[in-house]
């Protein structure tokens, strides 16, 4: 054999030259190693030849072929040396991440419906919402945690509104001592059935469907009263609880829940109660 090692760089495997034996290496040397480049193969160790045959010749081409990779690693550290590292410098320095990068969810006080479809999708269960029938006006209150938050984005991708919340690209170092300090929400006024106090919806989630609905608004009993509502007073007072304990036809044209609703409709249609 004539000695020569070799690394084939498909299948990282170490083997002899394939194509000589010494007496062969003497007079066909050059030409092994012209194939031996054609193949792709990585030369890893050389055995000495004499310098007057033509495989010390070879032999001394083989070395200048192994000092390809040294200038390369040397040129490397140069422009290290100058350019200094790819990496930043955080946390020494503030990192700016990239546009599409996936940061806390920030909630938006005036597109935010506090419908809690978010609360339902978040895999985490981050997002709790709380209904406050006892304040004046009733409240709603949905609240980020951000100490559990993921920060996956399910809730900016399958929010109502496609607005009331955003996947904040630059605050994500949130580390703190007060757990407490890791929350963020809003807080909506609560639409309560006059008849039996049932929570309904929120009115800013009333609001945006009667916008999407348009004029077909006017087809809706709970839409159109709301809005008219709105009209008439510019705002929706807190809910009286009525004195009587029946439904009859003349509610139709109050804010009742789907439960009541239905009530009316049977007492109207069949007089059942």
Not at 60 to 89: H, V
Not at 99 to 115: L, S, Y
Not at 209 to 229: A, C, P, R, W
């Amino acid at each position: 054999m004539c000695g020569i090692f070799v690394i084939n760089r498909s299948c990282f495997s170490t083997c002899y030259c394939p194509r000589c034996t010494y007496k062969r290496f003497q007079t066909l040397g050059e030409k092994c190693l012209r194939q031996i480049r054609r193949r792709q193969f990585v030369i890893i160790n050389v055995a000495a030849r004499p310098p007057q045959t033509s495989a010390g010749r070879a032999h001394g081409a083989l070395i200048t072929l192994m000092k390809y990779p040294k200038l390369r690693e040397l040129k490397e550290a140069i422009k290290a040396l100058i350019k200094g590292p790819y990496t930043t410098r955080f946390p020494y320095e503030p990192h700016t991440p990239y546009e599409r990068f996936r940061g806390r969810p920030v909630p938006d006080e005036k597109e935010c419906i506090a419908c809690g479809a978010c609360a339902e999708v978040c895999p985490a269960v981050a997002i709790e919402v709380i209904d406050d029938l006892k304040s004046e006006p009733p409240m709603r209150q949905v609240i980020w945690h951000y100490d559990l938050c993921i920060f996956c984005g399910q809730c900016e991708r399958l929010c109502t509104t496609k607005k009331g919340v955003k996947l904040s690209n630059k605050e994500f170092d949130l580390a703190t001592f007060d757990r407490k300090a890791l929350t963020d929400g809003v807080k909506k006024q609560l639409l309560l059935c006059e008849h039996c106090g049932t929570v309904i919806a929120p009115i800013d989630q009333i609001l945006w469907i009667s916008k999407k609905l348009g004029h077909m608004t006017y087809g809706n009993y709970l839409e159109f009263t709301v809005v008219q509502e709105l009209l008439k007073k510019n705002k929706l007072e807190p809910v009286q609880m009525p004195t009587k304990s029946s439904l009859s036809r003349d509610d139709f044209f109050k804010l009742t829940c789907p439960k009541c609703r239905r009530q009316i409709h049977l007492f109207d249609e069949y007089g059942i109660k």
